[in-house]
């Protein structure tokens, strides 16, 4: 950076948004030679490099701003400089052609990476709501067996006798 002569007679603040640290006074430096105000350097860039490079991703809008400056290329070099300047390389222009070839609006959406769903048959979606119905029913039944076991836990404690559906008639017990 290029180094300033720090004024002799009057202390002027240093340009807005600049870091200038303060130097001696003229009087101060031997030999009555200006001190000098220098700039502190930069910090240096972080070195650390990322474990695992994020892969680039396009917009469609951007894939057609592309091709549209692109097939403007009319010059020798023209297209090169174009492709340097937008970090490119010319295999993106030709997939991207051929995405356009095919449909704009199908080819240039974002794909859902993995395999495609299949489609399932009304048998198959028959049978899974009946499985989810039979675990459901499975559940209330063991919550229902729990709740009689408490009680009858319970009636053996306090000594309660409990009726059964073959002594009390009605099919109900009570205490």
Sequence with gaps: MAARKKPSGSQRPARAGTEVPDAPSPASVSGGAAALRVMAPSPPPDPEVAERAARR????????RVLHEADACAGAGELGG??????????????????????????????????????????????????????????????????????????????????????????????
């Design 82 to 175: 174009f492709l340097r300047r937008e970090g490119l390389y010319s295999s993106h222009l030709t997939t991207w052609r051929r995405q356009r070839e095919q449909g704009t609006l199908a080819a240039l959406r974002p794909k859902k990476r993995g395999r495609p769903a299949a489609p399932g048959s009304p048998l198959a979606r028959r049978v899974a709501e009946l499985e989810r119905e039979k675990a459901r029913l499975e559940g209330r039944l063991k919550q229902a067996e729990t709740i009689i076991e408490v009680q009858k836990k319970l009636s053996e404690i306090l000594g309660i006798p409990l009726k059964t559906a073959g002594t009390a008639g009605s099919g109900c017990w009570a205490p």
């Design 57 to 64: 991703r396009f917009t469609a809008e951007y894939k057609l």
